[in-house]
Structure formats: structure tokens, C-alpha cells
């Protein structure tokens, strides 16, 4: 499904290929925020249909809304707020890294402070499942490194 | 326990360390210490972050000893760009003497780590004679400094500092300071040195009992905030030497000194903000010199209370009626008030004010439908007037409830709405804040209703 083009006649329009093979639209203005993508252009020229293997159907729109509102310079903390309001942690953590991958800076940095407020109140548990790390302590590692640090581990509510 | 994709297991631990990093930024440093656990690739990940924000709601002594901990655990050779320090102990509490304070101990660490943004906010009443380490008042790489260090006595402050090495400073903000006299001219003029310094916010502030007034010359200035909460302040006069000043707040109550006699400022004063949502009287002559300096700029936003002080002070005064001045050159004015408060009076009042005047090419009033803050601002200062001592406060409204919570002092491109709150409410231990959500808030609600009518 593409998205619909500019009906600006000035302003031109990149095609965007997913990493599962379906075609957007951006202007070239939303291009240039995306490091990536605008090298790509700079190399390729800007009327070939630019192949982005990592990232996906199922995110790349979110990230074309995100900055269709940023040419209109219209980015506040009341949309950046509904911008996120119903993804879940994986949802955004699936953005993140596409905004890394597409060098979209101001988008990353968004995230990156959503992602830091959504695992504040996680255990390390789930931070763990959350980042793929495997957990390579032994368990008297684990406890020991805990006491050496317990000064940050104090006052907390422990839930595992 | 659902399994993730294996593909996203591998994405997220392909990370490298300095993005894990970048989130870990956006963390309180308790947490960033926390993530040792993970695994053994990250036991020491957070030595090396460069933005530290040492913020803890809860804990008061518990969190000091941490600060010192974190600081001596981290990674000297890691530069450090970043410190903001946020105590918000509630209740004065009572520790054993220390032989240093951990705000000193902040900000030497700061300015020995080439620091360029230091953020300390803090209640200070606990710590007895807290002496300023010169250190950070001497220092190459700062580029913004802001010092909240709020004594629960609205009349303690802390003396700032005679001479200040800071020349790379673009931002300052201070809160609580006494200004000492320059011994040449009988001002006070603390900041003439950072020539780079391009925004300022000075807020209850004071000067020596010997000072004519307050001296501010800075050629890169361009937005000064000032103000104070009562009227015990001794800024009587202000002079500013700032060719580049764009644009002028008020914060506070009204203005206790008249608009600042300049050398060069009415060239390029774009903007004038009267952001007083208490206080009930303003001097006539001080009154007069403020209008005149309106009449040179483009754009000013009033508070609704000083408006109607102010038109109230012209209609009982036909002297000053007849000095009106026209204020030929003012495009866009906005009003803030209260939600309830009659549109139609409003007008009413900025058309007396603007008796002589052209109508703005654009003219706002700024009501709770665009402004949150504002509703808590207004409610604040009621309180406040009326002298109640025990408040709760509902408000349906979470990023308000997080700011008062977590008393940030929102000094965000001077918009000094939230940090009047801010301060206002922590004043008071008494005041206390509670989230409440909007289909509950049935009180608020019924009560906007029935003002309608």
C-alpha cells in the first residue's frame, strides 16, 4: 500500500522499498532527515527506488507520519506523547532501531528517551529480555556484584 | 512466556555499546547502575555514560551517598558533558554532619571533569554554611549552569560569587542569590565577564544593602527573564547594557524597579513579557515607565492580574490617563487567563489599555484549552493570596502533576510558566499534588459547568 504523494508539484517525492517488498512515498524534505536514506540518494540519484533491507512494512509509516508532521515544524511534546501512546515496548523498540538504521536522528533520540522511561520501572529480568542479553553471571557473580553495589540497589522494589 | 523472534534477539544485542549507551542517558543514574547486572558486557557499561542525571524522588540522605558513590566509581578518562542534580526532599530532615557537602562535592567533580552543562536544584536549609567551590565559578568548558538552591525561608540566599571565569557560558539561571557591589560604580554587576552569555533568568534574587541597583551588560544577550516573589526584594533599578536583547520577562509579581534604563536596549526589544500572576500593586511611576518601553515593542503577552492592575491603576489616575502612551509599533498581544474569566471583560480591558492605540495585528487570550500550566499557575496564587496553609491539589493534567512532583524548574526557552508553579508549589511542604484522572475529576468538571451559568 503505497502512501499517496505530495500534491505539491514542487516538491519531489523518494520511493521507499521495505525490507518485505512494498513501495512509499516520501518527500524529498522527510528524505534528508534520514541520513541514510539521503546518502543512498546522493549516490544513486533520486529516481531510483531506494531498498531499505532492514526496515519493514509494519514500521516504516509510523516513521514517514513522524516526519511529515517535522517539515510542517510541528513537532510538541503532546504529539510525540500520542505518537507513542499505543505501541507496546517491542513496538518501539522495533522503531528505535530502524530510526538508527535510517540515521534519523531527531526520531532517535525520541525513542531513545521513550525507551529510558519505559524500562525505568522494569525489573532487570525483563531489561534483560528486553536487550537479548544473556545473562553470563553465575549466580554467586551475580549476588556478589549486587552487594558491591548496593548502594544503587537500595531503596528499590525488587520484583524478582 | 512468549518467545521472541530470533531475529529481534539478535538486532537488539548487535547494538553497540555507545547506542545502549544513549539510552542509558535518558535514564536516572540509579537505574544506569543498575544495568551491572545484565550481563558482563554491561557490568561496567555506565562508567562510561557522559550525560548523568542524578535525580531521585524519594530518598534524601540515602541518595546523597549514592551521588558519591557513582561519582567515584566512574570512568575518569570518559569525558563528561552533562550533570543535572535534582533533590526534592520534601521534609527537612536532619542528618549527621558531614565533613563535605555533596553539592560541593558535584561540583568540583564538574569542573574538574571539563563538565558543559551543570544542573544543580536543591534544598538547601539543612546544610549549614554551604560555601560555593570557586572551582565551578572558574571553568573553561561550562556552557550553561543553572543554581536552584531553595531555602524553605524565602529570605535565605546564597552570596554569588564577586568575579566569574566562565567564558564559554551561553545560559545562566539563578534562584536564591545575593549579588555582591561592584566596588567602582555602587552596582552590582555580577555577570559583565561571560561574554558569550546569551540567555539569563535571575529570580529571587537580591542585592547588598549599599547597591544602587543591578547592572547587566552583555553584548550577546538576547532573553533575560527577572523577577522576584515578593516584595521585600531590594532590586530597585536595573540598567542593561545589552545591544542584542530580542526579549524581556517578568516573572513574579509586578515589577518593583521601572522598565531598565539602557544604553543601546530599545533598538532591537522585540518582546515584553509581564508573566505576574500575583501581587496586587505596582508603583505609578513604575507603572508609566513600563508603558512607555511597551510602546517600543512588537510583541508582549500579559497575565490576566497584571492587565486588570493595570487598567485599573490608569482609570483611577487621569494624570496618567493623559500619559497613555500609543502603542503604534505592538503587532501581537496575548492575554493569559484563567479559563472561567470572562472573554468579553478581557477585551474590555485591553481595549482601555490600547485607548490610544491601533488595534494588534493579531490578539490571543490563552486559556486552559492551550495552557494546563496555567490553570495550576492561577490556582497556585489563590492559594497563595488567601494564605491557606494545608492544600491538595487535584489536576487531571499528568505532565503538570510529573513537573510539581518532580520539581523540575522548566526554564525551556524561558517559559517560565512551569517553573513559577514549580517554585511556587514548593514553597509550601504543605502543598501537596495528586493525580487524578479526567472522568474522576467529576469536581473540576462540575465546576467549570456551573461557572458557565
Not at chain 1, 137 to 157: D, M, N, V, Y
Not at chain 2, 348 to 375: G, H, R
Not at chain 2, 416 to 425: A, D, G, N, P, V
Amino acid at each position: 500500500m503505497a502512501q499517496e504523494a505530495s500534491s505539491s508539484t514542487s516538491s519531489k517525492t523518494i520511493s521507499l522499498k521495505t525490507g518485505d517488498g512494498e513501495i512509499f512515498e516520501i518527500e524529498a524534505s522527510a528524505a534528508k532527515q534520514m541520513k541514510t536514506v539521503q546518502r543512498l540518494i546522493d549516490d544513486l540519484g533520486d529516481d531510483i527506488t531506494i531498498p531499505l533491507h532492514n526496515v519493514f512494512s509494519k514500521e516504516l509509516p509510523k516513521i514517514i507520519e513522524y516526519y511529515k508532521k517535522d517539515i510542517t515544524g510541528e513537532i510538541t511534546k503532546d504529539f510525540e506523547a500520542e505518537f507513542v501512546k499505543d505501541l507496546n515496548d517491542d513496538e518501539v523498540k522495533v522503531l528505535f532501531l530502524a530510526a538508527n538504521y535510517l540515521d534519523a536522528n531527531k526520531l532517535f533520540e525520541f525513542l531513545s528517551q521513550n525507551i529510558a522511561d519505559r524500562l525505568e520501572s522494569k525489573s532487570v529480568e525483563y531489561v534483560r529480555k528486553y536487550f537479548g542479553v544473556e545473562n553470563d553471571f553465575t549466580p554467586e557473580e551475580e549476588s556478589k556484584l549486587r552487594e558491591e553495589r548496593a548502594w544503587s540497589f537500595r531503596g528499590i522494589k525488587e520484583d524478582e | 512466556m512468549k518467545r521472541q523472534k530470533k531475529s529481534e534477539i539478535d538486532r537488539l544485542s548487535d547494538l553497540p555499546d555507545h547506542l545502549l549507551l544513549h539510552i542509558m542517558q535518558f535514564m536516572i543514574a540509579k537505574h544506569c547502575v543498575q544495568t551491572c547486572v545484565l550481563s558482563k558486557r554491561w557490568k561496567n557499561l555506565w562508567k562510561c555514560l557522559t550525560n548523568i542525571k542524578l535525580f531521585d524522588p524519594y530518598n534524601g540522605v540515602i541518595f546523597d551517598e549514592f551521588v558519591s558513590q557513582f561519582l567515584s566509581c566512574r570512568d575518569n578518562s570518559v569525558p563528561l558533558h552533562n550533570i543535572s542534580y535534582k533533590n526534592n526532599v520534601r521534609r527537612n530532615y536532619e542528618i549527621p554532619p558531614k565533613t563535605t557537602n555533596i553539592l560541593v562535592e558535584i561540583m568540583e567533580y564538574a569542573a574538574s571533569h571539563n563538565v558543559q552543562q551543570l544542573e544543580i536544584k536543591a534544598k538547601t536549609d539543612h546544610i549549614r554554611n554551604l560555601e560555593l567551590p570557586p572551582s565551578i565559578f572558574n571553568c573553561d568548558s561550562l556552557t550553561s549552569l543553572t543554581l536552584f538552591l531553595r531555602g524553605v525561608s524565602k529570605s535565605t540566599t546564597k552570596m554569588f560569587p564577586k568575579s566569574l571565569n566562565l567564558p564559554a557560558l551561553k545560559t545562566l539561571t539563578l534562584v536564591q542569590f545575593t549579588f555582591f557591589t561592584s566596588s567602582d560604580n555602587g552596582y552590582a554587576e555580577p555577570f559583565s565577564t561571560c561574554n558569550m552569555l546569551n540567555k539569563l533568568v535571575i529570580f529571587a534574587c537580591k542585592l547588598q544593602d549599599d547597591a544602587q541597583g543591578l547592572c547587566i551588560s552583555n553584548s550577546k544577550l538576547s532573553n533575560l527573564a527577572i523577577g522576584t516573589m515578593n516584595r521585600r526584594s531590594n532590586i530597585h533599578k536595573v540598567i542593561l547594557c545589552t545591544p542584542k536583547l530580542k526579549s524581556l520577562t517578568i516573572i513574579g509579581i509586578p515589577p518593583i524597579f521601572p522598565a531598565p534604563s539602557t544604553c543601546s536596549l530599545t533598538n532591537l526589544l522585540e518582546e515584553l513579557k509581564f508573566d505576574c500572576m500575583y501581587g496586587s500593586t505596582m508603583g505609578e511611576d513604575i507603572l508609566i515607565s513600563w508603558l512607555h518601553l511597551i510602546a517600543k515593542v512588537n510583541i508582549m503577552t500579559l497575565s490576566y492580574k497584571i492587565l486588570k492592575l493595570m487598567v485599573n491603576i490608569l482609570k483611577n489616575n487621569s494624570s496618567m490617563r493623559a500619559q497613555l502612551p500609543s502603542f503604534v509599533k505592538l503587532k501581537s498581544l496575548k492575554v493569559e487567563a484563567y479559563p472561567w474569566k470572562c472573554d468579553d471583560r478581557i477585551r474590555e480591558m485591553v481595549s482601555y489599555l490600547l485607548q490610544n492605540s491601533p488595534p494588534p495585528a493579531t490578539f490571543d487570550i490563552v486559556t486552559v484549552v492551550k495552557c494546563e500550566a496555567t490553570v495550576m499557575k492561577y490556582a497556585l496564587a489563590f492559594v497563595l493570596s488567601n494564605g491557606f496553609e494545608r492544600v491538595i491539589f487535584e489536576d487531571d493534567c499528568q505532565q503538570v502533576v510529573n513537573v510539581l512532583c518532580n520539581d523540575y524548574l522548566y526554564v525551556n526557552e524561558l517559559d517560565t510558566l512551569l517553573s513559577t508553579c514549580s517554585f511556587l508549589f514548593n514553597s509550601n511542604d504543605n502543598y501537596n499534588i495528586v493525580y487524578v484522572m479526567r472522568q474522576v475529576n467529576m469536581v473540576a468538571q462540575n465546576l467549570a459547568r456551573a461557572s458557565l451559568f
